[in-house]
């Protein structure tokens, strides 16, 4: 397989030669790296890479150069390989340039001379955009195909689960040639779908979750009966304790029954998040934290679910969808909220056939020239509305109230920027007609007032449910399902009933002494990715103090 390039430019000769000799030591291996002595030289070179269709994986580029500067060169390089990450070396001097292009050039990142040790200036950066750029990166497809139908909610469960678990894999519509002959040969007569094609030959017909997790080698079964720390839930904050538990030394299992990451891990793009000026997806943020929590020797088992819990002191033992136990001292509940259903007729029968719960990653590239409609006014739908318009002909985002009650001030600014986006407030989805697949919402303003409107996608960003229904009732929770911890349970400065220790409830603890909560399915909590990954640290830290005394 041919090598994917890093460039690097730089008219100083001196200077060029010491970022190409750091370059080649690091990723020679891997990477071909070129050099360039002015922006004219890279930009003929990007071009005959463009001919041969050889990818391009990182730009890394002075800012004072002749003729063209390096946002210059930056910019029209991306004309070329838009996927390609861009870094920006400057001195300090440049440093507000650096910056301004990282907001009107939407750079990734720059660095200042000099980067001596690379080992700790240069190498880290890199490897991060580096292993990004990976991420995303598609080859001559050589992986797992997946064949189906657009509209078949099967097709659509099957393609989301690959994607919310960062596995590869090629969409195949059933009305492609290729497609067709494909499920003639390896299930003739059948015509059974999705297929899902594996590279050792081997395929699978109309499978469930848990067979793929099984084929893929996904980890369902743990490899101890007990740990210090069972954590349930694999979003921002059930990562964040798993990765502070372990680092801690604590024997630490995490359990999530979709995928790492949660409803986070949907996020089309995350800009608020600190230490990521430019931000990044909620896949990128949930790889890294997976990648950090294995370092630190944490098991994950995915997908898999927590049925049941029980407490047999000192151990809480948990239940699994397979019948197996688990056994731990502390058990940290983050199993955060899911979007809500809409209400509306027609709605359940064509979910996952034009009707779709965030989703935005796994369905945008379909939706190319369609007009899409979305509901909600929270940062998700925000967040999904500017990935959609990237493919879409017009995106129409239909919201309550306003989105200045539930959205993030730099989300708003980005959507009254984008000519393709449309707010509709005061408006609701009143309900959604088609037969086999989606066809028309019927559209309702806060007058009552009622409009059909044609579309084929139509995406659910609308309120937090949280997982709560299968825990026992000593588990004590507010009116919604929100596990009530520490303050929230003292009734006029009373400990809640059946409550053992001579202490009162940790912050982050629930009713039951030795099981704790953080994220969004604590009540109280500030549902945002940097809260969640907060409260899983914090919990950790009170999950320390229990042990202590127990």
């Given at each position: 397989?041919?090598?994917?390039?890093?460039?690097?430019?730089?008219?100083?000769?001196?200077?060029?030669?010491?970022?190409?000799?750091?370059?080649?030591?690091?990723?020679?291996?891997?990477?071909?790296?070129?050099?360039?002595?002015?922006?004219?030289?890279?930009?003929?070179?990007?071009?005959?890479?463009?001919?041969?269709?050889?990818?391009?994986?990182?730009?890394?580029?002075?800012?004072?150069?002749?003729?063209?500067?390096?946002?210059?060169?930056?910019?029209?390089?991306?004309?070329?390989?838009?996927?390609?990450?861009?870094?920006?070396?400057?001195?300090?001097?440049?440093?507000?340039?650096?910056?301004?292009?990282?907001?009107?050039?939407?750079?990734?990142?720059?660095?200042?001379?000099?980067?001596?040790?690379?080992?700790?200036?240069?190498?880290?950066?890199?490897?991060?955009?580096?292993?990004?750029?990976?991420?995303?990166?598609?080859?001559?497809?050589?992986?797992?195909?997946?064949?189906?139908?657009?509209?078949?909610?099967?097709?659509?469960?099957?393609?989301?689960?690959?994607?919310?678990?960062?596995?590869?894999?090629?969409?195949?519509?059933?009305?492609?040639?290729?497609?067709?002959?494909?499920?003639?040969?390896?299930?003739?007569?059948?015509?059974?779908?999705?297929?899902?094609?594996?590279?050792?030959?081997?395929?699978?017909?109309?499978?469930?979750?848990?067979?793929?997790?099984?084929?893929?080698?996904?980890?369902?079964?743990?490899?101890?009966?007990?740990?210090?720390?069972?954590?349930?839930?694999?979003?921002?904050?059930?990562?964040?304790?798993?990765?502070?538990?372990?680092?801690?030394?604590?024997?630490?299992?995490?359990?999530?029954?979709?995928?790492?990451?949660?409803?986070?891990?949907?996020?089309?793009?995350?800009?608020?998040?600190?230490?990521?000026?430019?931000?990044?997806?909620?896949?990128?943020?949930?790889?890294?934290?997976?990648?950090?929590?294995?370092?630190?020797?944490?098991?994950?088992?995915?997908?898999?679910?927590?049925?049941?819990?029980?407490?047999?002191?000192?151990?809480?033992?948990?239940?699994?969808?397979?019948?197996?136990?688990?056994?731990?001292?502390?058990?940290?509940?983050?199993?955060?909220?899911?979007?809500?259903?809409?209400?509306?007729?027609?709605?359940?029968?064509?979910?996952?056939?034009?009707?779709?719960?965030?989703?935005?990653?796994?369905?945008?590239?379909?939706?190319?020239?369609?007009?899409?409609?979305?509901?909600?006014?929270?940062?998700?739908?925000?967040?999904?509305?500017?990935?959609?318009?990237?493919?879409?002909?017009?995106?129409?985002?239909?919201?309550?109230?306003?989105?200045?009650?539930?959205?993030?001030?730099?989300?708003?600014?980005?959507?009254?920027?984008?000519?393709?986006?449309?707010?509709?407030?005061?408006?609701?989805?009143?309900?959604?007609?088609?037969?086999?697949?989606?066809?028309?919402?019927?559209?309702?303003?806060?007058?009552?007032?009622?409009?059909?409107?044609?579309?084929?996608?139509?995406?659910?960003?609308?309120?937090?449910?949280?997982?709560?229904?299968?825990?026992?009732?000593?588990?004590?929770?507010?009116?919604?399902?929100?596990?009530?911890?520490?303050?929230?349970?003292?009734?006029?400065?009373?400990?809640?009933?059946?409550?053992?220790?001579?202490?009162?409830?940790?912050?982050?603890?629930?009713?039951?002494?030795?099981?704790?909560?953080?994220?969004?399915?604590?009540?109280?909590?500030?549902?945002?990715v940097a809260s969640g990954v907060g409260e899983g640290s914090i919990a950790v830290q009170f999950i320390h103090q229990y042990l202590s005394k127990v």
């Open positions: 397989m041919v090598k994917p390039v890093i460039i690097t430019v730089d008219d100083d000769a001196e200077v060029l030669r010491a970022v190409e000799r750091d370059l080649r030591r690091e990723y020679g291996s891997r990477y071909r790296v070129l050099r360039a002595e002015s922006a004219a030289v890279a930009l003929g070179a990007l071009g005959q890479l463009k001919e041969r269709e050889e990818p391009v994986a990182l730009l890394l580029s002075d800012q004072r150069m002749p003729q063209l500067n390096g946002v210059q060169f930056l910019e029209k390089a991306m004309e070329l390989y838009p996927e390609a990450k861009q870094v920006l070396l400057t001195a300090y001097a440049d440093t507000n340039a650096a910056i301004e292009a990282i907001n009107t050039a939407r750079i990734d990142y720059y660095l200042l001379k000099p980067w001596d040790p690379p080992q700790e200036q240069l190498y880290p950066v890199l490897n991060d955009l580096l292993a990004d750029w990976q991420a995303d990166y598609r080859p001559p497809f050589e992986g797992i195909r997946v064949i189906g139908h657009r509209w078949s909610p099967q097709s659509h469960g099957v393609r989301d689960f690959l994607a919310r678990n960062q596995v590869p894999f090629q969409w195949l519509d059933i009305e492609r040639e290729e497609a067709q002959q494909l499920v003639a040969r390896v299930e003739p007569g059948e015509g059974r779908l999705p297929v899902v094609l594996f590279e050792d030959g081997t395929h699978l017909v109309e499978p469930e979750s848990a067979a793929i997790a099984a084929k893929l080698g996904l980890q369902t079964r743990a490899e101890k009966p007990f740990y210090d720390l069972v954590i349930v839930g694999a979003g921002p904050a059930g990562l964040a304790a798993a990765v502070y538990g372990a680092s801690e030394g604590l024997n630490t299992v995490l359990i999530e029954r979709e995928a790492p990451g949660g409803q986070a891990g949907q996020s089309s793009r995350i800009e608020n998040y600190l230490g990521f000026p430019v931000g990044l997806s909620g896949a990128q943020l949930a790889r890294r934290a997976v990648d950090q929590a294995r370092r630190f020797g944490v098991e994950i088992l995915s997908p898999q679910e927590v049925t049941d819990v029980r407490v047999e002191d000192p151990y809480r033992i948990v239940t699994l969808a397979d019948g197996g136990e688990i056994s731990c001292h502390v058990l940290l509940i983050a199993t955060g909220v899911s979007y809500r259903a809409l209400d509306v007729p027609g709605s359940d029968r064509l979910s996952g056939a034009g009707v779709y719960y965030g989703a935005a990653l796994t369905e945008a590239l379909s939706c190319k020239d369609e007009d899409v409609y979305l509901v909600g006014g929270a940062n998700s739908a925000g967040q999904a509305a500017m990935y959609f318009a990237r493919y879409a002909r017009s995106v129409t985002m239909l919201v309550r109230s306003t989105l200045a009650k539930s959205m993030s001030q730099y989300l708003i600014d980005q959507i009254n920027e984008t000519s393709n986006i449309f707010v509709c407030e005061g408006t609701s989805v009143a309900e959604v007609h088609g037969g086999t697949s989606l066809e028309a919402i019927t559209v309702a303003d806060a007058r009552g007032d009622r409009q059909r409107v044609a579309t084929t996608s139509l995406f659910i960003f609308i309120g937090a449910e949280p997982r709560t229904d299968w825990l026992p009732g000593a588990v004590k929770r507010d009116a919604r399902g929100f596990i009530l911890t520490g303050p929230d349970l003292m009734r006029e400065g009373r400990r809640p009933p059946g409550w053992v220790p001579d202490r009162d409830p940790f912050l982050l603890e629930s009713s039951v002494p030795g099981i704790f909560v953080a994220g969004d399915v604590r009540c109280r909590s500030v549902k945002r």
